[in-house]
């Protein structure tokens, strides 16, 4: 039996929906919305490499059941998956993608391999902090964490229980 057929419908779209969160809290931190479209790509990218790699993601079942629905998906069943937030200004925003995760985090505590979930979101919003920002067209950009940055990583990290960033 899959995890899936092992959790409801919302607690399977919150596993999958929390990378994508946690990318957004990151990568809203700092920055404007050409930067926070760079990010949230690298995030995609992340999960992408890791959903063709042979012998799986290395983080474990949970993931690679997760990228396999990913990868799997169409765009109707990817618009049917992503969450709804109600807040509409920044703050609220990015207080109920924190919520968000941390309700993950929480569910992802009763499936197996939930450290390496919680591993695998960490390196992706690492990873999408050294994205290239700033430069015109891609040239000229720099891959620099900034303080706010690495405060969002740093919030993340202790809601995902890590203490190693």
């Known amino acids: 039996m899959t995890i899936k057929e092992q959790v409801t419908e919302e607690q ?13 809290f990151v990568s809203t931190a700092s920055g404007g ?5 760079s990010e949230v790509l690298t995030a995609s990218k992340f999960s992408a490499e890791l959903a063709v790699k042979e ?8 993931v690679d059941e997760i990228l396999a629905a990913m990868k799997g998906m169409n765009l109707q069943e990817a618009r049917e998956n992503s969450v ?16 968000y ?27 999408v902090a050294e994205t290239r920002t ?9 891959s620099v964490i900034d ?11 202790e809601i995902l229980g890590i203490v190693e960033i």
Request: charged share 20%.
């Open 55 to 62: 012998g799986g993601s290395g983080y474990g079942v949970l």
């Open 33 to 37: 919305a050409f930067e926070v479209i």
């Open 84 to 99: 709804k937030y109600t807040s509409t200004d920044p703050v609220g925003i990015r207080a109920e993608l924190k919520q």
């Open 12 to 24: 399977w779209k919150m596993l999958l929906n929390a990378p994508g969160a946690a990318s957004t």
């Open 147 to 157: 303080e706010k940055e690495l405060a969002a990583i740093a919030e993340l990290a």
């Open 101 to 127: 995760v941390a309700d993950a985090t929480a569910l992802a505590a009763t499936q197996p391999d939930a450290d390496g979930y919680k591993r695998w979101i960490l390196d992706m919003v690492k990873e």
């Open 134 to 142: 700033g430069g015109i067209l891609g040239f000229g950009g720099k």
